[in-house]
């Protein structure tokens, strides 16, 4: 049975950094895909960043290029995603993902969820 468990999340002021760890057991890692999803309060769920499994392409929603990293670790089977120069906008729930279908952040439809890592961005 898969288990996806975040860890990382907490309070940043903004400006500031967080890194995000997702521990996958029960999946292999290199067969499935992997990203990061996050729901703000009153808003919907939205696709933050994935890495396809079929060529290790790495996807990133608009909103975090260029501050956003997503990266994995096949041997600890550990996916990251790392964050900086945050903002108040980036205050969610944030989601570690996997699929074995090879899918980008922009299907939302994942078949395995975490049960979530809350980032709050305050000063």
């Known amino acids: 049975q898969a288990q996806l468990v975040e860890s990382g999340g907490g309070l940043v002021q903004p400006g500031g950094s967080l890194t995000l760890s997702c521990a996958i057991s029960?999946?292999?890692?290199?067969?499935?895909?992997v990203g990061w999803f996050r729901q703000a309060p009153g808003k919907e769920r939205e696709g933050v960043a994935s890495?396809?499994?079929?060529?290790?392409?790495?996807d990133l929603r608009d909103s975090v290029k260029g501050r956003f990293t997503i990266s994995k670790d096949a041997a600890t089977s550990t996916v990251y995603l790392q964050m900086n120069n945050l903002t108040p906008e980036d205050t969610a729930t944030y989601y570690c993902?996997?699929?074995?279908?090879?899918?980008?952040?922009?299907?939302?439809?994942?078949?395995?969820w975490g049960q979530g890592s809350q980032v709050t961005v305050s000063s």
């Open positions: 993902v996997a699929d074995p279908r090879p899918i980008s952040f922009w299907t939302t439809s994942w078949t395995y």
């Open positions: 029960g999946l292999m890692l290199d067969y499935n895909s």
């Open positions: 890495i396809m499994n079929k060529d290790s392409k790495k």
